[in-house]
């Protein structure tokens, strides 16, 4: 049986790339360009070669779905936290990628107060967890977030565990509390793999290449510099909390808020601020990632955001009592949720794949980013043994061998044809959209200001027709 | 496809049921006996009832059940309940505290994961907490029950092996380990680390020689105990406090002839736990457990309300106990077979038959367990015929018939 290998993009690409040519793997594809999603090795043309998120890698690797992985230790520890039995066996370290995580905060906790309530917020909420139980912080809420952590501190989380690097600890205004993890690249294996797969040249030429060259620790991040020391957001009584998106959608939101005669001041920033001004008194504005934005307008940390109906709707399919509500469609990037499969199965819509699910009786893998939807979906869709496979990204890539169903957005629908997929279903339509927290609304002062943003940029919305 | 059950969780059939019942009925009835009222506890609690310093180690809390509620956008987990006494401690310092003194008892299931599949991840236990009494006649009384409970399963030859809470934690102290460490060391002891307390003392010179002996993990008398009380406490006067309040249980224990043996090192419980601790052994295999905490029900807001309590394991007693004595056999069981034309009949005829105190079942084909009795509705005389379990059969006119054979009073 074929040995398959899981390589990481993102922030290992340049140097595992660089450490397989120097081992002569001879890959045809693995570079940060399009089109990436299984190089191919003349060294070793029968390995399955498939390139993930980082993130994906671990999980890949646990369910057995690739034999070998290379990923940094924060992603495994990571589910090892929360899942000690997963299936995997730590095999090499790599000697490169090293980073640490860590706890930070804008001010020390104060010891005396343990009982008040503690919010973390990180990307790895399962270490965040554990971080809380060992440190027993005896009241804590974990805020999973998809990014944007050190944005999080003070006024909407305590603490935030994350990787210390390009000035997100001092930069941002914050200290680091405690380093909690070390990491380098590793490379991983499946347990059973190991066992029953002949996985050992691969094993030797990955580590013949790349080990011996390890480099120094990471350097302690510094505590807050002045430069980076921002003033808190004004949340005074009243005060309403925006949140705009970070990413590619800002050049979209800044110009429909111009049109909305409403400026923006330093966003998108060129220096990273997530703090910028807006000419509304009685408005705070921070930035953080849309998918992040219901759960925080849910338990109050704002009282409006700007996001999709996607997110919002995966939001509600986690939490159907949730006080998030759509209160403006924002008419902007058009895009369908919709169910994917492979043009190889012989079935056209979701009552098809049904069928041909209880006949084919394996469990179906249903990959998606939005890990809710997509549970949602297969609950009420009846799919029988199903399992979801959370994903960060390129989730066509996973269509045949990784997964049999996709609940993806897609604007045209060509990149799904030209991964030879087919839609069977639609969902719904998503578009950018404003939601707002229905007890900020209760608020007299706030409904006030919030029915004036509501106004302006609905008028945008309707100049735009 | 295949339906499996979840890993490490375990079906009971009808036969093991029927144990199960037996044995949580036994100590029901014990505890019952004893002036104890029975509580339940919901499954799922707020996982911050548990994480506050004092009721569970990081050890268990990491094999706590947690997730979000489907409300929990504010990110506050919720728990399957991990443990029996921290829950009835919330609930008597949230709705019980004005009754003072309450005795409270509860037949629950906990849920902990364990990662070899072999170990069970839901695991039932019948426990029993004494709340608003801090004496030694109060521990002497949780023990002499959970004995009780022990003899009325039928079980012989319980062995009770005493630890003191607050003396390990001074002794710990006096093992020259910083805050931090003490804390950890004793989450360890608790976790079941049975040699730690011994293998740290080793290199400890600031541990006088009277208390070495007392860190091992071997079961002692009592007496020796008693013996060491004036030595220790010369040599270690911070000691006493926790030392004499052990030997006043030691000493009521004793009184009632409870045979006991002192294991200080070996404290397996709960971080909770701030007196006695005690464990019960049935043939070198644990079935229950207990201790007192004094401090639970202040830090959960209940005001200075001592406490102790202990639990049996059910899931481990089931496999100890002598099933048919448990589980003694119900009433006689009867089975009717009806034919179309007669069903109303054969109805009436079971109604009649349970008022009576019989098992009655309709046969519906197919296999069925050998009843005690068969009654075949005819809908023509003879009306019924009735045939025990040897094979002989009798002819009854009417139901009155039917039970005039059934209790041997009639017929041939």
Known sequence: ?465 | MKVQRSKGMRDLSPEEMQVFRGVEAICRRCFTEWGYREVRTPTIEYLHLFTSAGTLTPGRLGKVYSFLDWDGWSGERVVLRPDGTIPVARLYAESLRDRGLARLFYAANIFIFEESPERPRERWQCGVELIGAGSAVADAELVALSLEALKKLGLKDPEVRLSHAGLVRALLEKLGLSPEEQHRTFDRILDGDAGLLAEISKDSPGLGEAIRPLLGTKGRPPGFLRDQRDIIAREMPDLAPCLDDFLATVAVLDELGCACKIDIASGTGFEYYTGLIFQLYIGGEKVGGGGRYDALIPAMGGGDVPAAGFALYTDGLMKLVDAAAVAPAGAASVLVRLKSGVIKDAFMLGDVLREKGYTVALDMGGKSRGADWTIEVRGKTPAFVVTNKSGSRQDAPDVAGVIKILEGKGGR
């Not at chain 1, 219901?294 to 986690?318: E, I």
């Not at chain 1, 169910?339 to 249903?366: C, F, K, N």
């Not at chain 1, 957005?409 to 839609?423: D, F, M, P, V, Y």
């Open chain 1, 1 to 465: 049986m074929a040995v398959k290998l899981a390589l990481p993009k993102g922030r290992l690409l340049r140097k595992t790339a660089a450490r397989l040519q120097k081992a002569g793997w001879g890959l045809d594809e693995y570079n940060s360009g399009m089109g990436f999603y299984r190089p191919k090795s003349q060294k070793f043309p029968d390995v399955l070669i498939r390139v993930f998120h980082e993130k994906d890698i671990p999980i890949q690797i646990a369910t057995g779905n690739y034999d070998l992985g290379i990923c940094c230790l924060d992603w495994v520890e990571e589910l090892l936290v929360k899942y000690p039995s997963s299936d995997i066996v730590k095999v090499a370290d790599l000697g490169y990628g090293e980073g640490s995580l860590y706890t930070a905060a804008v001010s020390p906790p104060d010891a005396s107060a343990n009982g008040a309530p503690v919010r973390i917020a990180s990307e790895y909420p399962n270490l965040a967890e554990a971080y809380a139980l060992r440190r027993r912080l005896s009241r804590f809420s974990v805020f999973p977030v998809w990014g944007a952590a050190e944005a999080y501190p003070p006024e909407n989380a305590e603490m935030v565990l994350l990787p210390a690097g390009e000035g997100n600890i001092g930069g941002a205004g914050l200290r680091p509390l405690e380093r909690v993890l070390d990491y380098r690249a590793w490379l991983i294996a499946n347990r059973a793999s190991r066992e029953a797969k002949n996985i050992d040249r691969i094993v030797t030429s990955l580590c013949g290449a790349i080990s011996g060259e390890k480099t120094a620790a990471p350097a302690e991040p510094s505590s807050a510099s002045p430069a980076g020391r921002r003033p808190p957001l004004k949340t005074a009584a009243g005060a309403v909390r925006l949140a705009l998106p970070d990413g590619h959608q800002q050049q979209q939101t800044v110009n429909l808020f111009n049109r909305a005669g409403i400026r923006l001041d330093d966003y998108p920033s060129a220096t990273g601020n997530r703090r910028p001004g807006i000419d509304i008194k009685g408005v705070a504005v921070k930035v953080i990632r849309p998918q992040d934005m219901p759960l925080q307008v849910a338990n109050g940390n704002f009282d409006l955001a700007v996001t999709g109906r996607d997110w919002l709707t995966d939001h509600k399919s986690q939490f159907p009592g949730s006080p998030v509500s759509e209160v403006l469609d924002l008419k902007l990037r058009r895009v369908r949720l919709v169910a994917v499969v492979s043009r190889e199965v012989p079935a056209d819509d979701v009552a098809g794949l049904s069928r041909y699910i209880a006949a084919r009786g394996e469990t179906l893998r249903v990959a998606s980013e939005y890990v809710n939807l997509a549970d949602k979906y297969a609950r009420d869709n009846h799919l029988g043994h199903y399992r979801v496979i959370p994903t960060w990204g390129a989730t066509e890539g996973f269509l045949p061998e990784d997964a049999d169903l996709l609940i993806e957005n897609t604007e045209t629908g060509r990149t799904i044809a030209r991964h030879n997929l087919k839609i069977i279903d639609t969902l719904f339509a998503s578009t950018a959209c404003l939601i707002g927290n229905d007890g900020a609304l209760a608020d007299a002062v706030k409904k006030k200001r919030i029915g004036l943003i509501i106004n302006k940029l609905k008028a945008a919305v309707e100049g735009d027709r």
